[in-house]
């Protein structure tokens, strides 16, 4: 069910609030995915 | 003498070249077909879809997946990854015929070829976005063809000024890398004077980001392709630093694509949630969303990463071709499928055999003209007098 807004403040809070926690999640994500993707480059240090 | 016996030998009638011959003909049927009657002789456009596969397809997708060119030698000579330099020349030349034949097929969809020049030369639109991406791909096909030129001078024994165009190989990079960015985002700022036309899906303030971004991993997957291409079909043209070098270039390219993919995912969230639209993502527009998103750029992302970590060159070959599909689809979803989506079904646009023609006479001219240069010229191979001259 979409969500109605009745002022633009409403609409900006909520829109911005959602992209705001996203880019927190991205951060988390793409900072595991780099340790995953390098993990092989990692193996090959003897030290 | 026996590569000379061999060439003459060499039977005329093969399957490609009679595939390649049927639709070359066919091709130039309908090009004169196309500039003797019009656009309506051969097309389905209409006022309501003024532009088609030739805009979407030959145009969008052949900007994008020549982008290997700017992504190659940028990492080569601006970052200084000297072990992706046997994949330089390929890119190169791969990005002037992209480009080239983007021009060229340019010329079926707007017609009186000889005007080309006026908007440049004659009449510049200074505030218009298709200005900027005119006068970028005019210069930058200057640029690719001063790139590309070396292979051809020393094919031809011209010495000293090869040796004068390579000294010009940074300036090249770094104006190459300019203009990419400039029109590569701008192809996709086309979009944003139609934000009732375009899918809210598709549409958004970072369409230009969205368009960037992801013409560097089209470009990396299709330097990939084509080096899978050219190891199968061009084998005996490429010499021993080709072939050790061609592992390390498709793993390089492949680690780098997939986390570009997995930013451009991110971004692509990113649009959806500043401009609240996750409600069409349960609509059948949305599935093709998804499938678009997930099947031809996470999956693909995924594979890469998984072949880079098995160093398995057979996953990184399926996932350039997954993305460079991801990337054609992109581009018509924006130009073409999710374009007019409000439409009825009887006034959408479908392209007539004449335009799926027409693209497919210029896709083989340029598989002609590659193999034809690949062939000849020192691009999968260094010529003996300059080895090691990099």
């Known amino acids: 069910m979409e969500k109605v807004f009745y002022t633009l403040h409403d609409f900006m809070i909520y829109s911005e609030g959602i992209t705001y926690l996203l880019m927190g999640g991205i951060l988390v994500f793409l900072l595991l995915f780099w340790l995953f993707l390098t993990d092989s480059d990692k193996k090959k240090r003897t030290f | ?390």
């Open chain 2, 1 to 390: 003498m026996a590569l000379e016996k061999s060439r003459v030998n060499r039977p005329l009638f093969t399957p490609f070249n009679i595939v390649a011959g049927i639709i070359l003909i066919v091709g130039l049927f309908l090009t004169v077909s196309r500039f003797w009657g019009g656009l309506g002789t051969v097309t389905n456009l209409d006022n309501n879809n003024p532009w088609g596969i030739w805009i979407g397809f030959d145009l969008l997708c052949g900007v994008a997946l020549a982008a290997g060119g700017y992504v190659t030698s940028a990492a080569c000579y601006i970052f200084g990854l000297k072990r992706f330099h046997s994949a330089v020349r390929p890119a190169i030349l791969t990005a002037f015929l992209g480009y080239a034949l983007v021009v060229f097929a340019l010329n079926f969809d707007v017609g009186r070829p000889w005007r080309l020049p006026y908007p440049l030369f004659f009449s510049q639109g200074t505030s218009s976005l298709l200005f900027e991406v005119g006068l970028c791909v005019f210069l930058y096909l200057n640029v690719l063809f001063i790139e590309y030129s070396p292979a051809a001078l020393e094919w031809l024994g011209y010495k000293k000024i090869r040796n004068f165009v390579v000294k010009l190989t940074l300036v090249l990079t770094i104006f190459g890398v300019v203009l990419s960015t400039l029109h590569q985002s701008s192809l996709g700022a086309l979009f944003l004077i139609a934000p009732s036309k375009l899918h809210p899906l598709w549409y958004s303030s970072y369409l230009p980001v969205f368009f960037f971004v992801s013409s560097i991993f089209a470009g990396m997957s299709m330097v990939i392709f084509e080096g899978s291409l050219a190891h199968r079909f061009l084998h005996h043209k490429m010499d021993k630093t080709h072939l050790d070098e061609s592992l390390g270039v498709a793993l390089g390219f492949g680690k780098a694509a997939s986390f570009v993919m997995m930013g451009y995912i991110a971004t692509k969230f990113i649009g959806i949630a500043s401009d609240n639209n996750w409600h069409y993502l349960a609509t059948g527009w949305g599935l093709w969303f998804l499938l678009e998103l997930i099947g031809f750029v996470a999956v693909p992302a995924f594979l890469y990463a998984v072949a880079v970590r098995d160093k398995n060159i057979k996953l990184v070959r399926i996932a350039s071709i997954l993305a460079v599909l991801g990337i054609v689809l992109n581009r018509l979803n924006v130009s073409v499928i999710a374009f007019n989506w409000h439409l009825p079904s009887s006034a959408r646009y479908f392209p007539s055999w004449k335009e799926i023609g027409i693209s497919l006479f210029i896709v083989t001219i340029g598989i002609i003209a590659y193999r034809f240069i690949a062939t000849k010229m020192p691009i999968l191979h260094e010529h003996p007098d300059y080895k090691n001259d990099h």
